[in-house]
């Protein structure tokens, strides 16, 4: 089992925020009771994150609240979830220091080249302050060692399991395009009016026109842009596939060296992305890949006993459902008290 990944941040995949329920009349129903303590629905709305806004956005009728339920079951299953292992991690006297969720915000900060400042606006934009922020660690800390005492010792991959894979998947290891790009952020606050968004548009036309005029991108960057990447002209460095956000990678991978995109458009705000170069990396040979092989699975197995385990965890505790949309998961069927 691989170590604990750490949060990736900037522009990397963003992390669950909180989404605006469709229905404040029933924002704080009880949904469910687990062991004993109730879970809200405005809770599911919080951990559903970006998942619940997109299903409630652009559909209706049916089909909405279809993706409603299964948002809101994902978020009910990862808080049971979250429920059972802080039992569990008391049952066995686990505790997560504070200097372990220093030492990984120094990490993370080091990884992004960030300072404190830009750690806060960075967490800002995902919808998430600092407490918020140490609590995801501290759960994900917990989770670890509790699965890991569980799991760990189940866990064998061979060396003929390795090499298997590595010649039955080669297009995993084919040259890895990346691209060096830099980026200018406009943000867009959470709440805002269509007035504000249009004249944050605006500003993002005006800084194309001055890139058009012939300004030098990193230096534009520098004056007008809001991203933690600001002071070091936008310098993004070396993307890989998968590293951002899906409409950023669309974008960043379609462009010549040189050239820059338009307007770009996500949840936090407006982007414009500049390509400086592009790479196609080296096939490895099995001997740089073979660790990276055994640690991916390692990891499927950890999760198949992951699910095993949160299930045998499941199937001891006392799930009572009150709202019709949990209804269709596992603990559905489950009768309070049993």
């Known amino acids: 089992m691989t170590s604990l990944p750490l949060l990736a941040l900037a522009l990397l995949a963003p992390l669950a925020a909180p989404a605006p329920s469709d229905d404040h009349r029933t924002v704080d129903r009880v949904a469910a009771i687990v062991n004993g303590d109730p879970v809200t629905l405005s809770e599911l709305v919080e ?64 990884r992004n080249k960030f300072d404190d400042a830009m750690l806060k606006q960075a967490l800002a934009e995902q919808g998430l302050d600092m407490a918020t922020f140490r609590e995801n660690l501290r759960k994900n800390f917990l989770g670890y060692a509790v699965l890991s005492q569980k799991v760990r010792s189940r866990v064998k991959v061979t060396e003929d399991d390795v090499m298997n894979y590595y010649q039955t998947h080669p297009q995993e290891f084919a040259a890895e395009e990346k691209v060096k790009v830099r980026h200018i952020f406009l943000s867009v606050p959470a709440g805002a ?25 990193a230096a534009v960057a520098k004056a007008v842009s809001q991203g933690p990447s600001a002071a070091e002209g936008g310098d993004l460095g070396w993307l890989r596939r998968g590293s951002v956000q899906i409409e950023l990678e669309r974008v960043a991978f379609s462009l010549q060296p040189g050239k820059w995109s338009d307007l770009v458009r996500t949840r936090s705000g407006f982007h414009i992305l500049k390509v400086e170069e592009r790479q196609a990396g080296e096939v490895p040979a099995f001997s740089e890949v073979k660790d990276r092989i055994r640690d991916k699975l390692g990891d499927a197995q950890s999760e198949v006993y992951r699910k095993q385990y949160l299930e045998e965890l499941k199937r001891d505790a006392t799930i009572e459902i009150l709202i019709p949309e949990l209804r269709t998961g596992p603990e559905a069927a489950k009768p309070a008290g049993s």
Do not use: M, N
Not at 76 to 90: M, P, S, T, Y
Not at 193 to 217: C, M, N, W, Y
């Open 47 to 110: 951990r559903a994150g970006p998942a619940y806004r997109k299903a409630v956005e652009g559909r209706s009728g049916e089909a909405r609240e279809k993706a409603r339920a299964q948002a809101l079951q994902a978020a009910f299953d990862a808080i049971v979830a979250d429920r059972l292992i802080e039992v569990e991690a008391k049952a066995q006297s686990i505790e997560i220091a504070e200097a372990q969720i220093d030492a990984a915000i120094d990490d993370i900060k080091k």
């Open 193 to 217: 009016t269509p007035e504000q968004i249009a004249a944050i548009h605006a500003s993002g036309e005006k800084v194309l026109a001055r890139l058009a005029g012939g300004e030098d991108f």
